[in-house]
């Protein structure tokens, strides 16, 4: 994950920088940070995924003015926008801003962290083929749970939808696990962020649906289950 911080001021630059890399480091997310004195060098490697900005920048620079910048080369980042001046808020409403941190009150920045990771980890589209040699993309935000069906495998989305797949359930199982599943059972596969109801034999996910935990994957589990309600306070 790839974070900047744009902020003339190189006492609150230093001080935004420490708290996101202890967050990131007590909760042990690889995170690439960038800082930036003014906006011009900024824009000179614009790759991030959120962006700290501040709205006033030293020689006339406006954090607004970049942020517009950023929306019209189709830059897709999120903006927490920072000031000392709350009033300002109201012009973000104009390049779509993320969060308003008051510089006064930082400990905004964790709780903006934790907002920016819960809806990023798991917005993306990964690709498989069905049982027709067929790509087809699926989106794991909306993905519920993936199982064993027969020598395929059953992606069930939140809608009701399924998409039969080939795939092996220990390959899917590596692969989602860093974007929030959890193989519960050796023919299950579940999304974290749907689970209702936690039990020790079993997971009752938003639609009702019941779902066995094995007994191999007892112990695992309520690791990655606790670590994701810690990060998320699902």
Request: proline share 0%.
């Amino acid at each position: 994950m790839k974070i900047s911080i744009v902020e003339d001021e190189a006492v609150w630059r230093d001080k935004i920088q420490g708290i996101i890399e202890k967050y990131c480091r007590d909760k042990n997310i690889p995170i690439q940070v960038n800082s930036y004195g003014n906006g011009k060098d900024f824009m000179k490697n614009s790759d991030t995924d959120l962006l700290f900005l501040d709205i006033e920048l030293a020689e006339g620079e406006d954090g607004f003015q970049i942020a517009e910048r950023l929306m019209h080369d189709g830059n897709k980042c999120k903006i927490c926008f920072l000031t000392s001046h709350t009033e300002l808020a109201r012009s973000g409403y104009k390049v779509n801003a993320f969060r308003y941190i008051d510089k006064k009150h930082l400990e905004e920045v964790g709780e903006a962290l934790d907002s920016f990771l819960k809806t990023k980890i798991q917005n993306r589209i990964i690709f498989r083929n069905d049982t027709a040699g067929i790509g087809i993309g699926i989106n794991l935000n909306e993905l519920l749970l993936v199982e064993t069906y027969g020598r395929k495998l059953r992606y069930l989305m939140l809608d009701g939808k399924e998409y039969f797949c080939e795939g092996r359930m220990s390959e899917a199982a590596r692969s989602l696990s860093a974007f929030g599943f959890s193989r519960i059972h050796r023919s299950y596969i579940v999304n974290l962020k749907y689970i209702e109801k936690a039990q020790s034999h079993e997971v009752t996910l938003c639609n009702g649906l019941k779902v066995v935990v094995g007994r191999a994957c007892r112990d695992e589990f309520k690791k990655e289950f606790f670590k994701w309600r810690m990060w998320f306070g699902n």
